[in-house]
């Protein structure tokens, strides 16, 4: 399959190609599946992989070539392989993933991905999302052990309450919010609770937000701009569009 117009820009801006092989899956929920891959030496290529690395998978529909990305779990570079979750939905990944079987391929393309942690290291961690950015959040919870983490992740189905999060009981807090009003109601949520638990002092904390990209505008805006959390502390990714 070629990659249409969007890949030759991606060759531009040198991204890299590369084929993963399917070793594994498993149905986590009804609505989560975790599809296991042989890296075809991407982790070797980039000399191993850092918190939220991602990757832009290729799918085709209709004939014609479309990229999403996915975040990389559990990369082992002694290995070369890692993990993909998806949070199932109707679209063309989800097909995919509900079939993926050991021996199937998958073109990928590394381009645009990037993870600094500010310097000093975060006190505390403030974490937005959902079943889409759980793999990143998880990869952040991992990167940053014993670091007291409060974390909102937007809900759709009853099965998103059984998501695999990496929860250390002694210092994360987890609150879960039913999606309501195209991402309105996790907004208010987050607007609710947060400045108390900045303080006053907002300059030792790290808020990643990561949500479907108005919901993330609304809150990155917010954070930045009326709770004075510095740039360097903040980071905000639109992981997908509302219809």
């Known amino acids: 399959?070629?990659?249409?117009?969007?890949?030759?820009?991606?060759?531009?801006?040198?991204?890299?190609?590369?084929?993963?092989?399917?070793t594994g899956a498993e149905q986590v929920t009804e609505d989560f599946r975790r599809v296991t891959v042989t890296d075809g030496g991407l982790l070797a290529a980039t000399g191993g992989a850092h918190p939220t690395m991602w990757v832009r998978l290729w799918f085709e529909r209709d004939g014609k070539p479309h990229q999403r990305g996915y975040t990389l779990v559990d990369p082992?570079?002694?290995?070369?392989?890692?993990?993909?979750?998806?949070?199932?939905?109707?679209?063309?990944?989800?097909?995919?993933?509900?079939?993926?079987?050991?021996?199937?391929?998958?073109?990928?393309?590394?381009?645009?991905?990037?993870?600094?942690l500010p310097d000093p290291r975060p006190e505390r961690l403030f974490l937005v999302g959902d079943a889409a950015s759980l793999p990143a959040v998880n990869s952040l919870l991992d990167a940053l052990p014993g670091t007291p983490a409060t974390i909102w992740c937007e809900t759709v189905h009853a099965s998103d309450e059984k998501l695999p999060f990496r929860l250390d009981a002694?210092?994360?807090?987890?609150?879960?919010?039913?999606?309501?009003?195209?991402?309105?109601?996790?907004?208010?949520?987050?607007?609710?609770?947060?400045?108390?638990?900045?303080?006053?002092?907002?300059?030792?904390?790290?808020?990643?937000?990561?949500?479907?990209?108005?919901?993330?505008?609304?809150?990155?805006?917010?954070?930045?701009?009326?709770?004075?959390?510095?740039?360097?502390?903040?980071?905000?990714?639109?992981?997908?569009?509302?219809?």
């Open 1 to 22: 399959m070629g990659h249409g117009w969007e890949g030759v820009v991606l060759k531009l801006l040198r991204g890299r190609d590369f084929t993963f092989t399917v």
């Open 76 to 116: 082992d570079p002694a290995t070369g392989t890692f993990t993909l979750e998806f949070a199932l939905h109707d679209g063309t990944a989800s097909d995919w993933a509900r079939a993926a079987r050991p021996g199937d391929t998958m073109d990928a393309t590394l381009q645009g991905t990037r993870f600094t």
């Open 170 to 243: 002694a210092h994360h807090t987890l609150h879960t919010v039913p999606r309501r009003d195209a991402g309105a109601h996790l907004v208010s949520e987050v607007k609710a609770a947060l400045p108390g638990l900045l303080g006053d002092d907002p300059s030792d904390a790290y808020v990643w937000i990561a949500c479907d990209t108005v919901t993330t505008r609304a809150l990155a805006s917010y954070v930045r701009k009326e709770l004075a959390v510095p740039k360097d502390r903040v980071e905000a990714l639109g992981y997908w569009r509302a219809d």
